[in-house]
């Protein structure tokens, strides 16, 4: 079976410009994470979202937001792009929304700002 | 808010030896669950081994085991036999049954095998 799949890969943006990151969650997995790993710390908490309506959410700036399809892929959207964006962004699905069950990630998108 | 903290920011191991990382939590809630990721430079979080708080008995994978100890808010991590592939960031992280969906994370141990 495929795991976490998102895209692009690798990404270069110019400060003030948006970008929007892919993921596709494990197959029978309903519920998708997104989380900002800046270089040399741990990732933090983004977004939750589970059976399409968002569940949680982080301490981060209304320049960011996603959304799930009825597909339960999702995508994270990133407005007025800053320097202190750039970070290895990672999506993990869960078969559900409860704390007990682990979280299985992607291999992330590198986003660079200039 | 709950903390981890992860005061070891390098640990180095030789081949077949053992070493243990080092983790602490500080939070207000009963239930909870913890969990060890290790991400190789090939960027993947791959999930080690989690406990759940209700737990007393420490979890086991092959080679991995934990040291949880609950009125210390202490979750070590135990490498037996350790191997070349073991190398890689290791974080620890922690799920509120109540505090929300999301994993908090330590900065993490650098793990260094040495042949």
């Known amino acids: 079976d495929a795991g976490v799949t998102q895209s692009p890969t690798h990404l270069i943006k110019t400060r003030g410009q948006h970008v929007t990151l892919r993921c596709s969650p494990i197959s029978g997995h309903k519920s998708v994470s997104w989380y900002q790993q800046v270089l040399g710390q741990g990732p933090q908490f983004i977004f939750q979202?589970?059976?399409?309506?968002?569940?949680g959410r982080g301490n981060f700036p209304d320049r960011f937001s996603a959304r799930q399809f009825p597909n339960y892929s999702s995508e994270l959207n990133v407005n007025a792009l800053l320097l202190g964006d750039s970070a290895l962004y990672l999506c993990?699905?869960?078969?559900?929304?409860?704390?007990?069950?682990?979280?299985?990630f992607g291999d992330g998108t590198r986003l660079s700002i200039l | 808010a709950q903390t981890v903290t992860q005061s070891q920011p390098e640990m180095s191991v030789q081949e077949a030896e053992t070493v243990t990382l080092s983790c602490t939590y500080d939070t207000s809630e009963s239930d909870y669950y913890l969990f060890w990721y290790k991400q190789p430079p090939s960027r993947q979080m791959i999930l080690v081994i989690r406990?759940?708080?209700?737990?007393?008995q420490n979890a086991t994978e092959n080679r991995f085991s934990v040291n949880f100890q609950k009125a210390a808010k202490s979750f070590s991590l135990k490498i037996s036999d350790s191997q070349l592939g073991d190398a890689a960031m290791y974080f620890c992280?922690?799920?509120?049954?109540?505090?929300?969906?999301?994993?908090?994370f330590g900065k993490g141990t650098s793990l260094l095998v040495t042949p």
């Open positions: 993990a699905s869960s078969q559900g929304a409860f704390s007990n069950q682990p979280q299985h």
């Open positions: 979202y589970y059976e399409k309506e968002e569940r």
């Open positions: 406990q759940e708080a209700y737990k007393q």
């Open positions: 992280a922690y799920r509120g049954s109540n505090s929300g969906y999301a994993l908090n």
